[in-house]
């Protein structure tokens, strides 16, 4: 069996967790190496397990603590060529770490086999297709303003996907931001906001994914009360009923969500 979690995930810091059986992967990190580490111990996981840091991209609140684990452990790290070279040239990889570009290409790391595809940010940044050492198959988006066919065809067929709700459209029009910044979440290379994530989240149920995470919510312009009802309403509107077959969960901000096996 192949689980998915996230250790935390939102604005302020992201982190996610691929694991079968005993191995697993992580996928950015984006707060401090302690709460890391903590967070890796309340799920019972040993950082001797972990294969491999996957990196969707170089903002802080993916790769924050970094620096500081990779001092203390010998773990390959995985992205794009530009997001690697942008780590070493900022310092954020010490000397002496592991980086393994990741692009038109699979890459087996530990039992899982991994690929990545761009997606649509303001610098360069990746999604990952993971498939388990079970065969299971799991894809995660985040940071992406527009859902291109290329990031359709990486979740096209997975089991799980775990895809961006960074904000409500009314709570961003409506909130503190400025002009500039909120032109630039809406963009093409900002975030997706709720209404797209769910419409896609739709398109994926009809073509047989039934489970969901939905990640990287913004602290001052969603709550996962508004992610999720917006998902909910967009699929019973289309006759489908959340249920034991098709679960959607909202992940957690500052604390590990449950696992979602897939």
């Keep these: 069996m192949a689980f998915f979690t996230s250790l935390y995930s939102g604005s302020s810091g992201n982190c996610s967790v691929v694991r079968c059986g005993r191995e697993y992967l992580l996928i950015d990190m984006g707060k401090s190496c302690r709460t890391t580490v903590n967070g890796l111990k309340t799920l019972g996981l040993t950082v001797s397990d972990m294969q491999g840091i996957l990196v969707t991209h170089e903002h802080s609140d993916h790769i924050q603590g970094l620096n500081v684990f990779l001092k203390h452990y010998n773990v390959p790290v995985y992205g794009g060529t530009a997001t690697l070279d ?39 940044c990746c999604g990952y297709r993971i498939t388990a050492p079970d065969g299971h198959t799991m894809t995660i988006a985040t940071d992406l303003g527009v859902l291109t066919p290329v990031v359709h065809q990486a979740m096209a067929g997975a089991d799980l996907v775990a895809l961006e709700a960074n904000y409500d459209l009314n709570c961003l029009r409506l909130g503190p931001y400025p002009y500039h910044l909120k032109r630039r979440i809406q963009s093409d290379r900002g975030h997706l906001d709720n209404a797209e994530c769910a419409a896609k989240i739709l398109e994926l149920l ?23 009802a917006t998902v909910r309403e967009t699929i019973l509107s289309a006759g489908i009923v959340p249920g034991p077959n098709v679960v959607i969960q909202a992940q957690k901000r500052n604390e590990p969500s449950e696992w979602m096996e897939f």
Excluded: W, Y
């Design 206 to 228: 009809q073509d047989g994914c039934e489970k969901f995470a939905l990640c990287h919510l913004s602290r001052e312009n969603n709550t996962p009360d508004l992610a999720l």
């Design 86 to 124: 942008g780590l070493d040239s900022m310092g954020v990889t010490p000397p002496g770490a592991e980086l393994i570009a990741i692009e038109g290409r699979t890459e087996e790391i530990g039992g899982f086999v991994v690929s990545a595809f761009p997606t649509s940010h303001d610098v360069p």
